[in-house]
């Protein structure tokens, strides 16, 4: 079978499905992937600029099965650009980890070449590894939770945050809740960080203690939505900005304004709506560095 160049890379294999279907759409394959990131590479590169990366491959499609990747490895595609991530826990091997990063168009296209379907980034860049640029409190959702409790949550969380001095914005995972995310300026540790992130969900759930919890273990959660700050910690992940999820679709993770909080479910938009949607409106995290605050 023949390839197709995407932004310069030869994508093998352009027609495997790498994401079935979801009801009443189409298969996605390679090449839809990698003309998906070509179409947003603008918007999304900023988003996306000097942050470690963790890959969802699966590169014989998601009913295949795939895995979870770090480390950049031997056989990545050529001219993938990394950025080395120092081991605080020593196992044997490398001292360091070689993550994938994204610094130009053509890094998204290898990254679909690779069989990637989703990233995760930390929340700091290179250069600034040790000081977090965002606060994330992930809004899990419990089995059967109504999705206007949810919205009302997230709601709760962003006059938390904004209780904290801090500005709220708030994105779609692709799956069944909401991130809301504070931009920082660097000048706090992860450990500082991640404890605020504890004292803002930790409040919320104090007020719902029957709907909330921050309660790591699910079988403590008896049911509850759960508040998750874990992602604040040294070397944890969330998910990328317009990403898609390893979901059938390509369901995606969304930046929204909070005005559509109402009218936008978690898994609302996919890889075939985006760029639509940024056709005709602008991105919501577009100026989200310009509100970059301190946590004291």
Request: hydrophobic letters at 40%; zero cysteines; proline letters at 7%.
């Amino acid at each position: 079978m023949s390839g197709e160049t995407v932004e310069g890379v030869e994508v093998t294999h352009p027609d495997k499905v790498l994401l079935p279907a979801r009801e009443g759409g189409d298969d996605l394959t390679k090449a839809d992937l990698a003309h998906y990131w070509a179409t947003i590479a603008t918007t999304v590169l900023p988003h996306l600029a000097g942050r470690p990366l963790t890959l969802q491959r699966f590169p014989d499609g998601l009913d295949a099965g795939g895995f979870v990747q770090q480390d950049a490895g031997k056989r990545a595609p050529k001219g993938l650009h990394t950025v080395d991530t120092p081991r605080r826990e020593h196992k044997g091997g490398d001292d360091v980890v070689h993550h994938p990063q994204v610094a130009e168009a053509a890094d998204l296209v290898r990254l679909v070449q690779f069989g990637t379907v989703a990233l995760h980034g930390w929340n700091a860049v290179a250069g600034s590894l040790e000081h977090p640029d965002r606060l994330i409190v992930d809004i899990d959702p419990a089995d059967g939770a109504d999705l206007a409790g949810i919205r009302d949550v997230a709601r709760a969380v962003r006059a938390a945050v904004e209780g904290r001095g801090l500005v709220a914005f708030l994105q779609s995972t692709g799956s069944r809740g909401y991130h809301v995310v504070a931009p920082l300026d660097g000048s706090a540790g992860h450990d500082v960080v991640k404890e605020a992130a504890v004292e803002i969900a930790d409040a919320v759930a104090a007020d719902h203690p029957d709907e909330l919890t921050t309660e790591v273990r699910k079988d403590a959660r008896r049911g509850r939505t759960f508040l998750d700050v874990g992602r604040n910690a040294y070397g944890q992940t969330a998910v990328m900005p317009y990403s898609p999820r390893a979901r059938p679709g390509g369901p995606t993770a969304t930046p929204l304004d909070w005005d559509e909080l109402s009218r936008v479910t978690p898994d609302q938009h996919d890889v075939r709506s985006i760029p639509r949607r940024l056709a005709r409106k602008a991105d919501p995290w577009a100026g989200l560095r310009d509100h970059a605050r301190s946590l004291s």
